[in-house]
């Protein structure tokens, strides 16, 4: 063996341009595979990193047919954290922004509201300090805090003593603990975590669904017996609390799944992907060794004359490919390292576990079995073919050392690198198609010129709803005065943003039960908003200054929930009562269009209801302005505005509108992009095949080329029977990859938006495409054979 690794290397040392095109070839097929399963083994099959993940779940409530998976309320929470046996611990968290100030310029850190328990329910416990208590749940004894070690170094000086404060939304917290480095529960950005502060109405709130729900199972409890029993919980509080949990459900589902969402298909068709460019690669590999086994035929026949066994020289090949398998392999861990750099340096913000991506050691093992395999599957057709030559025509003097059998194999070779490569670019066209489709939806809203950013005004400094209405007011006035502004608006949220659902119901058309109020998507507003956002008024008015805190209550709607619950009558004049106000009936004063709140692919859309902001100011707010210019270069002049108003007001989240759609399509996005990026690698791998195939044939058929032109054949006859041979592996190619592309992007079904998996435009480009590059890597071969010499020919004959 050590001879035949040997004599191996120093081949491969005589012939490096054969072993520079199939090292990079092979670590190509292999690199992208190691990479995407390194991915796939990061978010997918790696347990959380907390003690016994497996019995983590995450529990939500259901509302069908509107809501599949929604957060929940806090007085719900609280009772199934009250009443159900199933679980060791039940914990909550929200997310939240605080505003840190008291150290120079305020700036705006991301946090949680927490429940007591959470961290103890996760197995983690604080590096420096203690955990919360669950007294610390309670009102007015919750002014603690916990800190990530980033910034416990960076604000607390890292302190071992801890006995320090921070100023968070103008109020002070105490320092109880520090988390470990790197925990980032409940995403990688939250760095401050206070617990909720749980009073009597906190309790009796069963109407807005703001919270997210984590629990732990017993120990040998199963998943399908706590789902029973939550589904009990919750019938129980339905019955006890029918006006707002009737129709309420629960659902419990492991936390790995709900982290991972709906990532887990477009991981899969990737690593499919994947595959099919390894198999590309093992296909022109196999061309590689079967042109240079040809080569070597008088060799073998030699050494085999000289009473070398067949098995032999079958161990000598397969060991020549195992060396070439291991050495693109380990050039294969370097391009996947470089890979999966670059494919978080694109990757979408969204993309979870995404800080956990690394080649481990499971994904160096798998690196270890894709050589090993590709070793056998490339190397052992070249070899049983070489094993076996025919010793009387191969010793014969000037014997080409070719058969037809080789060249119906290589033929095949380049027929399936076709048919793989089409059934890739087919899928690749489908997700681009699908993205443009996407981006021509009409959010029902204009997002260019449109500047966004997010307000957290502390309550502790404005408690009173007049003073927040009063900052956003001001906010306003100093905003639209700025050079380029053209409209300026505040809003509890803005599109593709998220919402608040609340609940509503008709004065003139009571609903009956168990539904005796049906959701809607919830915005307060300033008057311009409809035109910052260029939201188009179909009937009625829209808010005006006149619509301030004492003048009569007034809401505009949009035109789904006009078409869905006023039965073709005029919903103007009608009055409607919003769950968050329970006293109050709003006059439905104007209705608008559509908007997409949450993505542009959304399909059905909900009620939306809008009310002015000056009747209902909250703290947390958005802000949105459109500009005749560019709009980032008003974010200087507008955070300037912001602390000459108060100078301990930080802002967050500052992006155009465009930006914001765009966090919506990222995923999709990235999909396309790495589906893209693999076909092209196929389609070149494809046509480098033919090319190689073609050229071989030509040089083995020279002196055959010679003798018809000799005998009267022209360059153009020539080109035509060379181009026709290397076309029609292309055609029969593409045919089958029509076949099989059928049958395949089914599977793509469910991440595409706006077209059939059977799109005949893409199947049609695809296959002209696809044409085109093998006619070219033909016509270069072939016009070689038009200058082969008939007279060397002849002679040589």
Same mark, same amino acid.
């Given at each position: ?8 290397l ?24 190691t ?20 019995r ?25 954290r ?138 040998g ?30 659902k ?72 070439l398998s ?14 999966i ?23 160096l093992?798998v ?9 056998v ?57 699908s ?17 966004t950013?997010r ?27 700025l ?69 009569p209550?007034?809401a ?134 033919i ?18 032109? #000799? @005998? /009267? ?5 020539? &080109?035509?029977?060379v =181009? %026709?041979?290397?076309? +029609?592996?292309a055609?029969?190619?593409? #045919? @089958? /990859? ?5 049958? &395949?992007?089914?599977? =793509? %079904?469910?991440?595409? +938006? ?14 002209? &495409? ?13 016009r ?14």
């Amino acid at each position: 063996m050590w001879q035949d690794i040997r004599y191996g290397l120093r081949l491969f040392i005589k012939n490096p341009v054969f072993t520079i095109i199939a090292c990079l070839t092979l670590a190509i097929g292999i690199g992208a595979n190691t990479a995407i399963f390194s991915v796939m083994n990061s978010v997918l099959l790696r347990p959380l990193p907390y003690p016994a993940a497996e019995r983590l779940v995450v529990i939500r409530e259901t509302r069908q047919p509107h809501f599949a998976l929604a957060a929940v309320a806090t007085g719900n929470f609280l009772y199934w954290r009250d009443q159900s046996k199933a679980f060791e611990r039940m914990a909550a968290y929200r997310r939240a922004d605080f505003n840190l100030s008291g150290g120079g310029e305020p700036v705006n850190v991301q946090g949680a509201l927490i429940s007591a328990e959470l961290f103890r329910l996760l197995g983690i416990n604080p590096a420096v300090g203690r955990d919360f208590s669950l007294e610390e749940e309670q009102p007015g004894r919750n002014n603690v805090a916990l800190v990530s070690h980033n910034i416990w170094r960076r604000h607390l000086s890292a302190d071992p003593g801890l006995g320090r404060t921070l100023k968070l939304n103008g109020k002070s917290y105490d320092i109880v603990g520090v988390m470990p480095p790197n925990t980032s529960f409940p995403d990688s950005e939250t760095e401050v975590w206070t617990p909720f502060g749980f009073d009597a109405a906190a309790r009796n709130d069963h109407v807005r669904h703001n919270i997210s729900v984590i629990a732990r199972l017993k120990e040998g409890e199963s998943l399908e017996r706590a789902s029973a029993e939550m589904d009990a919980v919750a019938r129980r509080l339905g019955t006890e609390s029918p006006d707002t949990n009737a129709a309420w459900g629960v659902k419990v589902r492991p936390m790995l799944q709900d982290i991972v969402g709906d990532i887990r298909p477009a991981l899969f068709v990737l690593f499919g992907t994947v595959a099919f460019v390894l198999l590309i690669a093992c296909a022109n590999i196999v061309n590689l060794l079967l042109a240079r086994a040809a080569s070597r035929q008088k060799e073998f026949a030699i050494r085999i004359t000289l009473g070398a066994g067949r098995w032999r020289i079958l161990r000598q090949l397969m060991t020549e490919s195992l060396l070439l398998s291991l050495m693109g392999g380990a050039l294969g861990l370097v391009f996947a390292y470089i890979g999966i750099r670059v494919l978080l340096a694109y990757a979408p913000a969204d993309l979870p576990r995404a800080g956990d991506i690394v080649i481990d050691s499971r994904a160096l093992a798998v690196t270890l079995l894709i050589s090993l395999l590709t070793s056998v599957v490339f190397g052992i057709l070249p070899a049983l073919q070489a094993a076996n030559p025919n010793l009387t025509e191969t010793l014969k003097e000037g014997a080409r050392g070719s058969t037809g059998g080789r060249k119906r194999i290589r033929g095949l070779l380049v027929v399936a690198e076709f048919a793989l490569s089409f059934m890739l670019l087919v899928g690749a066209g489908l997700m681009i198609k699908s993205l443009w489709q996407l981006r021509q939806v009409n959010p029902g809203f204009q997002p260019d010129n449109v500047l966004t950013l997010r307000i957290s005004l502390p309550q502790t400094k404005y408690p009173e709803q007049i003073q927040q209405a009063t900052f956003a007011e001001q906010l306003l006035k100093r905003v639209a005065s700025l050079p380029g502004v053209q409209a300026a608006s505040v809003a509890t949220t803005l599109p593709m943003s998220g919402t608040l659902i609340q609940g509503f119901s008709i004065q003139e058309k009571p609903f009956p039960p168990p539904d005796p109020q049906l959701p809607t998507n919830y915005y307060a507003v300033s008057p311009d908003y409809f035109r910052a956002m260029e939201i188009s008024l179909r009937r009625g008015r829209a808010f005006t200054e006149r619509d301030m805190r004492d003048a009569p209550k007034v809401a505009v709607i949009n035109d789904t929930m006009a078409r869905l619950y006023f039965n073709g009558e005029d919903p103007l004049g009608k009055h409607i009562n919003i769950s968050n106000e329970p006293q109050t009936w709003r006059e439905i004063v104007g209705v608008v269009g559509d908007v997409k709140n949450d993505s542009l692919e959304a399909t059905k859309l909900g009620a939306q209801t809008y009310v002015p902001y000056a009747q209902k100011p909250v703290p947390n707010i958005s802000l949105a302005v459109r500009t005749s210019t560019d709009p980032q270069a008003l974010a200087v002049p507008i955070r300037r505005e912001v602390l000459s108003i108060d100078s301990e007001q930080p802002i967050a989240k500052l992006q155009t509108m465009n930006q914001v759609i765009g966090t919506t399509i990222a995923q999709r996005q990235f999909n396309a992009l790495l589906l893209f990026v693999f076909a092209v690698v196929s389609l070149v791998l494809a046509a480098i095949g033919i090319y190689g195939v073609i050229a071989y044939s030509v040089s083995q058929r020279a002196q055959e080329l010679g003798i018809r032109m #000799a @005998l /009267g054949a022209g360059a153009r006859d020539i &080109l035509k029977l060379v =181009l %026709s041979q290397g076309m +029609f592996l292309a055609v029969v190619g593409v #045919a @089958l /990859g029509v076949a099989g592309a059928f049958a &395949l992007t089914r599977v =793509l %079904s469910t991440m595409l +938006f706006g077209v059939s998996a059977t799109d005949p435009t893409v199947f049609a480009a695809i296959m002209l &495409l696809l044409c085109a590059v093998a006619l070219l890597a033909c016509y270069v071969p072939a016009r070689r054979a038009t200058k082969v010499s008939p007279l060397e020919a002849i002679r040589s004959e």
